[in-house]
């Protein structure tokens, strides 16, 4: 199946700094990218959904100033946490879908912790 | 609208015995319909996907799912567990244009030896 691939897979950061989390599609053109937050022992929870070369658009609760979403190719999307907190601190997955197949491929997830 | 019901949170089975982990859709349209697999701290792979082809669908690690559209199911089926298969599950149904894909809340399978 196709590959996606999320780096990096954990990061540490300080309370105020920011934290950018890619998402590649290794081998085929990603037309939409989605990023979710995991909370431990729950389901994905959708953050926001970003097609190339247009805004994202996020999911309501979902602060765009704070999570900052760029798609700027057909195999890159990236988000970023800026000036991170310790509540902010998650499990972060990525997934893509193809233009010509239905189902989503997902990357390993970016684990961050806020101290 | 789309939605999804894993009607079981925690599914506990004995290693070589049958799998059953199930999901309850609610779609407007004729849906497409997945399962997912997901290990501690890692994405989620895809183990099989329903698109209105066969009913019967054949996935990897020897599962498999059954779309019964009178019964608004796709519950996913292993014939004998393996320890490997500790994992959360997850069923997702997709809007027909394929943008919104709906989440079940997932079921946490556990394998005794």
């Known amino acids: 199946g196709a590959v996606v691939s999320q780096h990096p897979s954990r990061v540490i950061c300080k309370s105020g700094t920011s934290v950018k989390i890619e998402c590649r599609s290794l081998d085929f053109q990603a037309t939409t990218m989605f990023w979710y937050r995991q909370f431990p022992k729950k389901s994905l929870m959708l953050m926001a959904t970003?097609?190339?070369?247009?805004?994202?658009?996020?999911e309501q609760g979902v602060e765009k100033d704070k999570f900052l979403i760029n798609h700027a190719s057909l195999t890159l999307s990236t988000l970023t946490v800026t000036s991170a907190h310790p509540e902010d601190s998650s499990f972060y997955i990525c997934?893509?879908?193809?233009?010509?197949?239905?189902?989503?491929?997902f990357g390993e997830g970016s684990r961050l912790t806020v101290l | 609208a789309q939605s999804v019901t894993q009607l079981d949170s925690h599914v506990s089975v004995s290693e070589g015995t049958p799998v059953l982990l199930r999901c309850n859709y609610s779609?407007?349209?004729?849906?497409?319909l997945f399962w997912y697999v997901q290990h501690p701290n890692k994405g989620l792979q895809l183990l099989l996907k329903y698109t209105s082809a066969a009913t019967l669908v054949k996935g990897i690690n020897g599962f498999e799912a059954e779309f019964k559209k009178s019964e608004t199911s796709f519950h996913l089926t292993k014939p004998s567990a393996h320890m490997s298969d500790a994992a959360e599950y997850f069923c997702v149904v997709s809007d027909p244009s394929g943008n919104q894909f709906y989440f079940g809340t997932g079921t946490s399978l556990t394998v005794i030896p």
């Open positions: 779609s407007s349209y004729s849906p497409s």
């Open positions: 970003s097609n190339e070369g247009s805004k994202a658009t996020y």
């Open positions: 997934s893509a879908r193809g233009k010509t197949s239905g189902e989503l491929f």
